[in-house]
């Protein structure tokens, strides 16, 4: 058998460059939003889950946050409810909610389940509700008008704010060497399911369990300056500068507030990468060039 000396020798040195990123991050807790097209190709799914299952294996613990708007989106269509937003943001009447849950604490979070599984982890799924892990509250949701002295009240039904995280269930897991999905369902004091932006699950949840690093998955290089060069190592100053400048504006803010809350607190960085890119979650953790914007705390370091 012959053996190609320059590929191995390739192989060989990309094994070198990850070792310190392991040694780094063994036993640490990596919180990853998943969404957008590594959650829609089928190559970027199992590219994704592949990631999972590895981090797992070399010591690691990742926690899996899914969203699936647009999942929800089509059985919407297809029972003949229309979709309607505020601001980016899904009004949730009772029926909207009975097809959350389904989609989300079913089919989608059953589906991550089952892919990571199949390559070789142990996956278990769970919502908010499970063990009240999720607690929340309705959201008071305002708008300013030019035309109202005072801001708008609109009701989006059950959309909810976290109140709590109790980490009790998914600390189980993790010490049970398993992979926690969490479906972005919260629990409310009323017994009330609430429909709660995955990327604020996603950077409380890592807030509450003060994981080492904060991963979003985009569909974007990451952030990207005004003449559109991706931007890497960013201080919450910087970013803030950015924000105030309208370098970073529209639907990116939201993710971006959940970054530099998570590494206000207790988180050590905040990723924000394109998952459209093969094996995005290793290359941005893994390798000394990642593929995306870091988020750090000057305040920490």
Not at 203 to 211: D, F, N, Q, R, W
Not at 222 to 242: A, C, F, I, P, W
Not at 258 to 269: D, L, M, R, Y
């Amino acid at each position: 058998m012959s053996v190609n000396k320059d590929a191995a020798l390739k192989i060989a040195q990309v094994l070198i460059e990850a070792l310190p990123y392991i040694q780094s991050f063994k036993d640490k807790t990596i919180v990853i939003k998943y969404g957008g097209n590594a959650m829609i190709e089928e190559e970027l799914k199992n590219d994704f889950a592949r990631d999972i299952v590895l981090l797992k294996l070399v010591g690691l613990n990742p926690v899996v946050v899914h969203g699936g708007g647009p999942q929800i989106g089509n059985l919407l269509k297809q029972v003949g409810k229309e979709s309607q937003f505020i601001d980016g943001m899904r009004v949730t009447d009772r029926e909207t909610m009975d097809v959350v849950e389904m989609v989300l604490g079913a089919q989608v979070n059953k589906e991550i389940v089952s892919l990571i599984n199949r390559h070789g982890g142990n996956a278990v799924g769970l919502t908010g509700k499970d063990g009240n892990f999720i607690q929340a509250h309705k959201m008071k949701f305002k708008r300013k008008s030019p035309e109202l002295d005072v801001p708008e009240i609109i009701d989006m039904g059950h959309v909810g704010e976290i109140d709590k995280i109790n980490t009790a269930i998914v600390d189980m897991l993790i010490n049970g060497n398993f992979i926690p999905v969490v479906a972005p369902i919260g629990i409310g004091e009323d017994a009330q399911s609430y429909n709660i932006n995955a990327d604020l699950v996603a950077g409380k949840l890592a807030e509450a369990m003060h994981a080492e690093k904060l991963i979003l998955l985009t569909n974007t290089e990451g952030l990207l300056d005004k003449e559109g060069n991706l931007l890497t190592g960013l201080s919450v100053k910087r970013v803030e500068e950015l924000i105030a400048d309208g370098t970073i504006h529209g639907g990116m803010l939201p993710k971006i507030k959940c970054a530099i809350e998570a590494v206000q607190q207790h988180v050590h960085t905040s990723h924000i990468i394109d998952g459209r890119v093969e094996h995005a979650v290793l290359l941005e953790l893994l390798t000394d060039e990642g593929i995306g914007t870091l988020i750090f705390n000057e305040e920490k370091q």
